[in-house]
Structures are given as structure tokens and as C-alpha cells.
């Protein structure tokens, strides 16, 4: 018998050497020598395959084929399907699909070389039943369509699919429900690598992906350009449903549109999602509601960790759009040595809006991100809800928003900023109670530790706090530096509206408060709140009143083995002032170092402290074994200043201080009104006054009670250690002061 014509092509020993390293290094099993890439012309498989048994047992483990045509392929997969083993098939040819899609039950695996497998928007491409195994390597699969309704529009999968150096484009799957424009995986495994999934589309979710469940690996792959409709518009280029696990590597997620949630990629409410080593940049989600948006990345709820990424110029662009980065919408969210720079989104959440969940920042650097005006809260990453973040080892610079530029804290969240660098962020917001260049925190309990910030704006006409901004609720800061920082009204450093704040072992350095009216250079209490500062150091600041410190009428205000120095109130009257501290309401100094302060305003008051006690509330001060040193005020009290109020002091030095010519009384204390002093223990030395009461100055309607007091040394032209103004009531050790 004649036997039947086959043609025999061998891959050359340079071509398979080099496709054998392609397999080695991409983890594609591949045969074992290229001995084992001889190649058979489907017209002739059948007869190839009747060879010696011996033959045909070893083709079993890899039968290869080679196509020109649709109908040598469309055989070729219809013989593989039917066959026990992996087939493999070479593609010599573009392929242009007529037939209808490929139906994949056999285990294959094709090399298209850079070939396309165009289905002319009439088809998908492949559909692989479960248990089916389709490997797809250098193919350009184009025009992919699914039927109306069903999902993957080149690819459906229920088994295994993978892609390596493969191209995906212009693929759709539409009709209500139609998801994955590119690859539906349902239920399978998906490993795509080194390939270009672009300018595909779905009306439901994933614009190039929608993985069911199952298991899908992206492996140094771009996904570009992709969309999704309105229906609901989720993942603009991947989207996960159900419990699957997704992992997304070393790739390039840009340009993909949704048009609610997801920009980039999507994960469900149980889904587990990793993002590593990736770059997502300029997505755009366009859902108009607060819980849309996630410009990049969108979790509803689910497991996100990015890792080692780059999220860049992503945008939450509806009317109440959040998160241009990442929105994670009541799940748990780690990110960690990631980069999101150049986000944007109109509600909140410029890099990243957390609303309620949990969600942590390790060693990320959220950067020039922007929340809009609707309301516009949070540049870096805003808070909804009763949820919990952490920021730690980060750095969140250049940020900007109406509250919170850089971050913005819920009234029922918790914030830890933990070993971070928060520096040059800016909040525009006009009212009183909006600003916090850095730190925004409406009332919930944030803690700052180990933590510098620097160089934060409040630039609104009436901002406030420019480091952090707390609005009730429960803020600490502790071993912090804020340095730099500056509001337009008041907290240059930290503004504290209501609420309980703790400073402890922190430094506030060179702060200021602006002329709006510019009060408490470094901390401003504002309303009924309490404040606590111990061991810090307050040096630096500027502000009208309180150039270091200010304490609201209906505040209690402590300061503890701290030290208050080298700070400025500018303000020109006679009830501004108070260089170091300015108290208005109840307060108490134990412990302290109040040194070279100044009230340089015209009738500026209180070089070291200005206790000011008119109104319905009269201050009262409590300072227990202080020191004052080197202060300065224009008007009177280079020391201290008690205006009306009653201020009770023991074990107190004052030393070097002194008052100017305007008109320059009480170089160490005044005392201007129906104030009432007590006074036990302690020195008055070496201060002076220009011109009555170089120690100690009473008015005529005071009264100053002094036990085991030291007034010595003191100089002035007048009254050089005391001074009683005709009226006054003053006794010092026991015996009183003649008025002058």
C-alpha cells in the first residue's frame, strides 16, 4: 500500500534553543529538547498518527500541528479536543474566524507568532468548557464579540487559560449583563504574561477582564485603554466577582475607563486582590455618588494589598466622585512601599478615600494629590465612616484640599499617623473651623506619633490649623515635630476646636498664625475643649495673641514641664499680647521654662504670658514652680500680664525680663483691672520698666497678695521692685504697698 504524502518542517536548532529559553523563563512547560519540536501539517495528522505504536505513544504527550487557515485551525482544535494529550499548534498564517468561535475542551496549546486570529466582530474567539486547557503564545487575537448578553468577548473560560506575549484588542462583550471585553474567566485559572489586553470594552464590568471567581494571575502585562458601561459600570479594565483570588504584577494598568467604580480594577466584597510591583495611572471612574469612584483601584469590601506600585494621575471625576486613586468601600485595604502621586477626585479622597473598613499605609508616599470642592476634604486620603487607617513610615507632601490636605479623619474614624512626614500640604477652606494644612480630624480620635510636620497650610481667609486641625473628638500628639506650619486665623500649628487634645514630648517650632485675626502661633483652643502639653518645647512661633499658646474663654488649658521660648505676639493693643501664652479661659503652667518670649505690638502686653480675663468669663491662671526669663512686651507686663482675672502663682521666678515705653509699666508683673493676684513663693529679680514698676505693678482696682516672695534688683524710673497705683490693694510679705 502507498503510503500517504506528509510534509515534515523542524524548528532550526537557533529557533528552538531560543523558544526553549522562552519557556524556562516564563515558567511555561515546554518540551524537553528541540528534538521534541518536529512539527505535522494537520492535512496529515490523521495519517501521521497511524504510525508504530511506539510513535504514537510518545505524540500522545505532545502532538504537534501546524495551521494556515481557518479550517486547518478550526480542525486542528476539533482533533486536539478529541485526543487524550496536549496538542501543540503553530500558526503560520492570519486566521480570519467565519465559523464562528473555537470550542476548547482538549488540552493545546498554540503559537500564533505574532499571527492574527481575527473573529471580525462577528464571534468570540475561544470558549474553553471546564477541564479544558488553552496555552496562547504570540497571538494577536482582534474583534473578539460576545453574544449579546454573555460574557468574554475573545476569550470565555471555565478551565485554564494562558497567555504569554499574547495581544487582546478591540474585543467586546455587550448586552445587559455582558462582562469581560477581552477574557471572561468563570471559575477558572487565568495566567496572563507579557501581553497587551487594549481597547476592549464591556456594558457591565471589566473592560478587558472579568474574572467569576476562580484564579487570575496578570504578569508583566498591559491593560490599556479599556471601558466599561453603564450597567453598573465596575472595572474598567479588570473586574473581580465573588470569592476569586486576583494578582495583578509588575504591570501596566493605564487609561482604562469606568463609568461608576474602578477605573483600573476592581474587587468584590469577598475577593482576595494583590496588586505588586504595577503602574496604574490615569484611570478615570466617573460615578457620580460619594461611595463612587476609585479612580484606579476600587475594594467593595474585600482584601486589597498593594505593594511595590506607582498610582499616578487617576481620577474620581463625578459630581461626588472619591478616591482618584483607590476607594475602599467598607473592606480591608493594605498598602505598602507604593507611590500615589497626581490623583485627583471632586468629593474627597484625592489619593485615597477609606469609607469605614480598615485600611494601612506602610512606607507609601501620597503625593501631589487634590480633592476638589464638592466638598473637597482630604488630598491624600479621607475617611467616611466608623473606620480605622494607619500611616506608617510615610511620607504625605504637596496634597491639597478644602479640609485635611493631607489627611482627613471622620467624626467616628480612628487615625494613626505613626514615624511619618507630612510637609507642604495645603487646605483652602474659608471658615474658622476648616484648614488643617496636613492633619483634618471632624471629631473623631487621632493620634500623631513619632511624626514631623512641616511647612502646612491653612491659606483660607479664615483657615485654621495649619499642621492639624481637630474638630471635637480626641487628638494626641506625641514625640512629634510640627515645624513651619502656618494658618490664616489661628493654630499655626495646631488649631483645637472643642474636643481633647494631648501634646506630650512634641515640638512646635517656628509656626504662625496669620492676622485673621491670627491667634496661637503654635496651638489655638477654640469653644470648651481641653489641652494638655507636658514635656514640649514651644519655640519660634508668631502670631497677634499668643504667639506660642492660646487658650479659648471656655478652655482648660495645662502646661507641664514644658518649655515656652523665643515666641511672638504682634498684636498692637493693650489686651494682645502674650508672647509665649495667652489664656482666656482657665489654665494652668507647672513645671515650665517661659524664656525670651516677646509682645512686640504697640501696647502689646505679657511678654511671657498675657492672662486676659475680660468678659463673662474671667480667666483664670494657675502657675506652680515656673520660671521666666528674658521676656518682653511694649505696653506692660514683660513677664506677665493679668488683665482682670485672677491668677494664683507659687514658687515662681522671674528674671531679666522687661517692658518698653508704651508707657513700659510691671517689667515682671502687671496687673491691669479688678484682677486679683496671689502670690507664694519665689523671686522677682533683675527685670525692668521703663517707666513704673521695674518688679511688680498693681492698678487701682487690683489686688496682689505676695508670701515668701523675693522682689529684688528690679529697676525703673518709678517704683523700681513694686508699684501701687492709688486704690490698689497690695501686700507684699505681709506689709502693704504704699500706693505711688
Do not use: C
Not at 534 to 543: H, M, R, W
Not at 640 to 655: A, H, R
Not at 672 to 694: I, P, S, Y
Request: net charge negative.
Amino acid at each position: 500500500m502507498t503510503a500517504p504524502s506528509r510534509r515534515r518542517s523542524r524548528v532550526t536548532g537557533g529557533a528552538a534553543a531560543a523558544l526553549l529559553a522562552f519557556g524556562a523563563g516564563t515558567g511555561l512547560t515546554l518540551p524537553a529538547s528541540a528534538a521534541d519540536l518536529t512539527t505535522v501539517d494537520v492535512s496529515t495528522a490523521d495519517a501521521a498518527t497511524g504510525a508504530t505504536a511506539g510513535a504514537t505513544a510518545a505524540r500522545a504527550a505532545a502532538r504537534k500541528v501546524k495551521v494556515d487557515s481557518e479550517s486547518d485551525l478550526r480542525d486542528a482544535v476539533e482533533q486536539a479536543n478529541a485526543s487524550t494529550g496536549l496538542t501543540r499548534i503553530k500558526v503560520r498564517d492570519h486566521v480570519r474566524l467565519r465559523g464562528g468561535q473555537l470550542d476548547v475542551t482538549g488540552d493545546i496549546v498554540i503559537n500564533a507568532r505574532a499571527h492574527r486570529i481575527d473573529a471580525r466582530g462577528a464571534s468570540r474567539v475561544f470558549d474553553v468548557a471546564d477541564g479544558g486547557r488553552l496555552v496562547l503564545k504570540q497571538a494577536r487575537l482582534v474583534k473578539g464579540a460576545a453574544p449579546t448578553g454573555e460574557n468574554g468577548g475573545a476569550i470565555r473560560s471555565a478551565g485554564e487559560v494562558v497567555l504569554r506575549g499574547t495581544t487582546i484588542r478591540a474585543s467586546v462583550a455587550e448586552g445587559t449583563g455582558a462582562s469581560g471585553g477581552a477574557i471572561a474567566n468563570e471559575a477558572g485559572t487565568l495566567l496572563v504574561s507579557g501581553s497587551v489586553l487594549r481597547g476592549n470594552s464591556a456594558t457591565r464590568a471589566g473592560g478587558a477582564i472579568e474574572a467569576v471567581e476562580g484564579e487570575t494571575t496578570l504578569i508583566e502585562t498591559r491593560v490599556i485603554e479599556n471601558s466599561t458601561g453603564a450597567e453598573p459600570g465596575n472595572g474598567g479594565g479588570l473586574h473581580l466577582t465573588g470569592a476569586g483570588t486576583v494578582s495583578v504584577q509588575s504591570s501596566w494598568v493605564a487609561d482604562n475607563t469606568a463609568s461608576a467604580e474602578g477605573g483600573g480594577l476592581w474587587n468584590s466584597a469577598t475577593g482576595t486582590f494583590t496588586v505588586d510591583r504595577t503602574v496604574l495611572m490615569n484611570n478615570v471612574a466617573e460615578g457620580v455618588a460619594a461611595d463612587q469612584g476609585g479612580g484606579a483601584l476600587y475594594n467593595d469590601g474585600g482584601a486589597l494589598t498593594v505593594t511595590r506600585s506607582s498610582l499616578e494621575g487617576n481620577r474620581a471625576t463625578g459630581t461626588a466622585g472619591s478616591g482618584g486613586g483607590i476607594l475602599n468601600n467598607l473592606g480591608t485595604l493594605s498598602v505598602e512601599r507604593s507611590t500615589l502621586s497626581g490623583n485627583t477626585a471632586n468629593r474627597a479622597g484625592g489619593g485615597i478615600e477609606a469609607n469605614v473598613g480598615t485600611t494601612t499605609l506602610d512606607g507609601v508616599e501620597l503625593s501631589g494629590n487634590d480633592a476638589g470642592q464638592a466638598p473637597g476634604n482630604g488630598g491624600g486620603l479621607h475617611l467616611t465612616g466608623a473606620g480605622t487607617v494607619e500611616v506608617l513610615q510615610s511620607t504625605v507632601t504637596d496634597n491639597t484640599a478644602v479640609e485635611g490636605g493631607g489627611l482627613w479623619n471622620s467624626s467616628g474614624g480612628t487615625l494613626t499617623v505613626r514615624g511619618s512626614s507630612l510637609a507642604g500640604n495645603s487646605a483652602s477652606g474659608a471658615e474658622a473651623d476648616q484648614g488643617g494644612g496636613a492633619v483634618y480630624s471632624d471629631g473623631g480620635t487621632t493620634e500623631v506619633l513619632g511624626s514631623e510636620l512641616a511647612d502646612n497650610s491653612a491659606t483660607g481667609a479664615a483657615g485654621s490649623g495649619g499642621g492639624i486641625l481637630t474638630k471635637g473628638g480626641s487628638l494626641v500628639v506625641r514625640r512629634s515635630v510640627l515645624d513651619g506650619n502656618d494658618a490664616q486665623r489661628a493654630g499655626g500649628g495646631i488649631e483645637a476646636n472643642a474636643g481633647s487634645t494631648e501634646v506630650f514630648r512634641t515640638d512646635l517650632l517656628g509656626n504662625d498664625a496669620g492676622a485673621a485675626p491670627g491667634n496661637g502661633g503654635g496651638l489655638h483652643l477654640t469653644g470648651a475643649g481641653t489641652v494638655d502639653v507636658s514635656q514640649s518645647t514651644v519655640t519660634g512661633n508668631t502670631a497677634v495673641e499668643g504667639g506660642g499658646l492660646w487658650n479659648s474663654a471656655g478652655g482648660t488649658f495645662s502646661i507641664t514641664d514644658t518649655v515656652v521660648e523665643d515666641n511672638t505676639a504682634t498684636g498692637d493693643d493693650a489686651t494682645q499680647g502674650g508672647g509665649g501664652v495667652y489664656n482666656d479661659g482657665v489654665m494652668t503652667i507647672s513645671g515650665s521654662r517661659i524664656d525670651g518670649n516677646a509682645a512686640t505690638g504697640a501696647s502689646g502686653s505679657g511678654g511671657g504670658v498675657l492672662n486676659n480675663g475680660e468678659g463673662t468669663n474671667p480667666a483664670m491662671l494657675t502657675i506652680d514652680a515656673t520660671s521666666f526669663d528674658a521676656n518682653s512686651s511694649s505696653r506692660a507686663g514683660g513677664a506677665v500680664e493679668s488683665n482682670v482675672g485672677t491668677l494664683l502663682v507659687t514658687d515662681v521666678d522671674m528674671t531679666g525680663n522687661g517692658t518698653g515705653a508704651a508707657p513700659g509699666n510691671g517689667g515682671g508683673l502687671h496687673v491691669t483691672g479688678a484682677a486679683t493676684v496671689t502670690w507664694d513663693g519665689g523671686t522677682v529679680t533683675g527685670n525692668d520698666a521703663a517707666k513704673e514698676g521695674g518688679g511688680l505693678w498693681n492698678s487701682s482696682t487690683g489686688t496682689i497678695t505676695a508670701t515668701n516672695l523675693v522682689v529684688t534688683g528690679n529697676t525703673a524710673p518709678t517704683g523700681p521692685n513694686a508699684f501701687n497705683t492709688p486704690g490698689g490693694v497690695f501686700t507684699l510679705n505681709g506689709a502693704p504697698v504704699t500706693a505711688q
